[in-house]
């Protein structure tokens, strides 16, 4: 006989606890494995499989299953063919406390003296009573008579969320919160619990609950409804309402309301007085081009299911969706006017204009300055331009009668070189001596002292006239005409003989 675990995965069912399963040489039964194989355990290679807590028959004690051992081969002998291959290591001895809420059942049910069955029916019944006395305060909010007294077939025109008990959280009310609403809602207006109060005909509620979890749990459904959701609209403020920092809370939760509907999330948030102008102009374009999924398919006309009126069919199915286009063009017209009211109001966009006109202002301003200053560099520029030409032309003109003047001077002092010239000769009597000059000597001399004249620059004149100026005697003054005359001789601008009466 040998011991092998069964290791099931939870205690009361398919699955549990460990049990010892006790394998005899004489049985010759089969398990089924609990994925639905057989495994036969005369085979060793399948004593450790896993088997089910009823298939192996195991109840709150253990079996013994008897099967037989297989058969070693002929010729096999145990002190000949016995082959060692190693050695079992020394026993360790280990204390082990059972723990954990599978023994703890496990206690509670033999305690109790109860079966698995038993068990666990009493332990149903125990939590739903926790839950079912759980505080009130679990359910959001007080059941209004009205809504408790509603027909079911008016289903359409009920709250689904005020029905469970949701209305504070509406659209962003998870799966798991729907389900633990619908809960408690059951387990409060059961139709079995009010028959045991001696109500056995009001039921209305409970459908209303039960119509409200299909369609809340139903993603298309939900949907549908949501987008006719008016109860979670929030309205827009008034002016004195939205004074100061409250503007940009009231109309922040207007906007992250009506944001729900956009097919592009996250939404941008509508932001406080410190947000940049980024941000702002962000915000307001994403909603300009609001992108929103809202059908209205909720709201339409029940269409008739029979096949017999066609024609009526179509009609309501045209009329639906002509009636859903109008609702999304009213709807995008409501949601621009929404936009332009926060705009009018918002005092950053005030001052984002404000800024930028002054900004506008500011470059035209700069532009006027800069055009009036090059046009005062250019007036400044063809006024030194015109001073400078001016100027030149009085220092041309001054020039142009300063060399006439100096031409004049020169000229004059030229002429009165040439009179101290031809005085000197004078006053030397023509160099006659004595007694007068004839005319023919007169006009020889003179004749000499204009070829002389007519050799030499002004200067050379004025430097002659110099030297015969003051002088009276005729002999210096012709002593003077003779080295002049050999001066021009000698620098070759009078011929050797051509002046004969000054030497």
Request: proline share 4%; hydrophobic share 30%.
């Given at each position: 006989?040998?011991?092998?675990?069964?290791?099931?995965?939870q205690?009361?069912?398919?699955?549990?606890?460990?049990?010892?399963?006790?394998?005899?040489?004489?049985?010759?039964?089969?398990?089924?494995?609990?994925?639905e194989?057989?495994?036969?355990?005369?085979?060793?290679?399948?004593?450790?499989?896993?088997?089910?807590?009823?298939?192996?028959?195991?109840?709150?004690?253990?079996?013994?299953?008897?099967?037989?051992?297989?058969?070693?081969?002929?010729?096999w002998?145990?002190?000949?063919?016995?082959?060692?291959?190693?050695?079992l290591?020394?026993?360790?001895?280990?204390?082990?406390?059972?723990?954990?809420p599978?023994?703890?059942?496990?206690?509670?049910?033999i305690?109790?003296?109860?079966?698995?069955?038993?068990?666990d029916?009493?332990?149903?019944l125990?939590?739903?009573?926790?839950?079912?006395d759980?505080?009130?305060?679990?359910i959001s909010?007080?059941?209004?008579?009205?809504m408790?007294?509603?027909?079911?077939?008016?289903w359409?025109?009920?709250?689904?969320?005020?029905?469970?008990?949701?209305?504070?959280?509406?659209?962003?009310?998870?799966?798991?919160?729907?389900?633990?609403?619908?809960r408690?809602?059951?387990?409060?207006?059961?139709?079995?619990?009010?028959?045991?109060?001696?109500?056995?005909?009001?039921?209305?509620?409970?459908?209303?609950?039960?119509?409200s979890?299909?369609?809340?749990?139903?993603?298309?459904?939900?949907?549908q409804?949501?987008?006719?959701d008016?109860?979670?609209?929030?309205?827009?403020?008034?002016?004195?309402?939205?004074?100061?920092?409250?503007?940009?809370?009231l109309?922040g939760?207007?906007?992250?309301?009506?944001?729900?509907?956009?097919k592009?999330?996250?939404?941008?948030?509508?932001?406080n007085?410190?947000?940049?102008?980024e941000?702002?102009e962000?915000?307001?374009?994403?909603?300009?081009?609001?992108?929103?999924?809202?059908?209205?398919?909720?709201?339409?006309?029940?269409?008739?299911?029979?096949n017999?009126?066609?024609?009526?069919?179509?009609?309501?199915?045209?009329?639906?969706?002509?009636a859903?286009?109008?609702?999304?063009?009213?709807?995008?017209?409501?949601?621009?006017?929404?936009?332009?009211?926060a705009?009018?109001?918002?005092?950053?966009?005030?001052?984002?204009?404000?800024?930028?006109?002054?900004a506008?202002?500011?470059?035209?301003?700069?532009?006027e300055?800069?055009?009036?200053?090059?046009?005062?560099?250019?007036?400044?520029?063809?006024?030194?331009?015109?001073?400078?030409k001016?100027?030149?032309?009085?220092?041309?003109?001054?020039?142009k009668?300063?060399?006439?003047?100096?031409k004049?001077?020169?000229?004059?002092?030229?002429?009165?070189?040439?009179?101290?010239?031809?005085?000197?000769?004078?006053d030397?009597n023509?160099?006659a001596g004595?007694?007068?000059?004839?005319?023919a000597?007169?006009?020889?001399?003179?004749?000499?002292?204009?070829?002389?004249q007519?050799?030499?620059?002004?200067?050379?004149?004025?430097a002659?006239?110099?030297?015969l100026?003051?002088?009276?005697?005729?002999?210096e003054?012709?002593?003077?005409?003779?080295?002049?005359?050999?001066?021009?001789?000698g620098?070759?601008?009078?011929?050797?003989?051509?002046?004969?009466?000054?030497?």
């Amino acid at each position: 006989m040998e011991k092998y675990y069964y290791i099931p995965e939870q205690e009361g069912g398919e699955r549990g606890t460990s049990y010892f399963i006790t394998v005899m040489p004489e049985a010759k039964e089969k398990l089924i494995h609990k994925r639905e194989r057989e495994v036969d355990l005369a085979d060793p290679t399948t004593y450790t499989k896993t088997v089910s807590r009823k298939q192996a028959g195991i109840m709150s004690t253990h079996t013994e299953i008897n099967l037989p051992l297989p058969v070693l081969p002929q010729g096999w002998e145990a002190p000949g063919n016995f082959k060692t291959l190693g050695k079992l290591s020394t026993p360790n001895i280990r204390t082990i406390e059972p723990v954990g809420p599978h023994y703890l059942a496990y206690a509670r049910r033999i305690r109790h003296k109860r079966s698995f069955s038993e068990d666990d029916r009493i332990q149903a019944l125990k939590n739903a009573k926790v839950v079912e006395d759980e505080d009130d305060g679990e359910i959001s909010e007080d059941e209004d008579p009205a809504m408790l007294a509603r027909e079911a077939k008016d289903w359409k025109q009920q709250d689904h969320y005020a029905v469970l008990g949701l209305k504070k959280y509406r659209w962003r009310a998870t799966e798991e919160q729907i389900k633990k609403a619908h809960r408690k809602k059951v387990l409060r207006h059961h139709p079995d619990k009010k028959a045991a109060a001696g109500n056995n005909e009001d039921d209305r509620f409970f459908k209303c609950i039960q119509k409200s979890t299909e369609v809340l749990l139903d993603p298309v459904k939900r949907r549908q409804f949501d987008s006719v959701d008016e109860n979670a609209d929030v309205e827009p403020p008034s002016k004195k309402a939205a004074k100061g920092d409250k503007f940009y809370k009231l109309w922040g939760a207007v906007f992250k309301a009506e944001g729900r509907f956009s097919k592009i999330q996250p939404v941008p948030t509508f932001g406080n007085a410190d947000s940049d102008q980024e941000t702002v102009e962000a915000f307001y374009n994403f909603f300009y081009t609001f992108d929103s999924w809202r059908s209205f398919e909720y709201q339409d006309e029940d269409v008739p299911d029979d096949n017999e009126n066609r024609d009526q069919k179509r009609h309501v199915e045209k009329k639906n969706n002509n009636a859903r286009k109008k609702k999304k063009t009213e709807d995008s017209t409501r949601l621009r006017n929404l936009i332009d009211q926060a705009m009018a109001g918002d005092e950053r966009i005030k001052k984002f204009r404000q800024e930028a006109s002054a900004a506008k202002n500011k470059k035209k301003l700069e532009k006027e300055a800069a055009a009036k200053k090059a046009e005062e560099d250019k007036k400044a520029e063809a006024a030194k331009l015109e001073k400078e030409k001016k100027e030149a032309e009085e220092k041309a003109k001054a020039d142009k009668e300063g060399a006439k003047k100096a031409k004049e001077a020169a000229k004059a002092a030229v002429k009165k070189n040439k009179r101290v010239l031809k005085g000197s000769v004078k006053d030397a009597n023509y160099f006659a001596g004595s007694k007068d000059a004839d005319p023919a000597t007169i006009d020889r001399v003179l004749n000499d002292v204009e070829i002389v004249q007519g050799k030499v620059d002004p200067d050379e004149i004025a430097a002659l006239a110099s030297k015969l100026n003051g002088l009276k005697v005729a002999d210096e003054i012709k002593g003077v005409w003779v080295e002049e005359v050999k001066r021009l001789v000698g620098a070759g601008k009078l011929k050797d003989g051509e002046i004969k009466a000054l030497v």
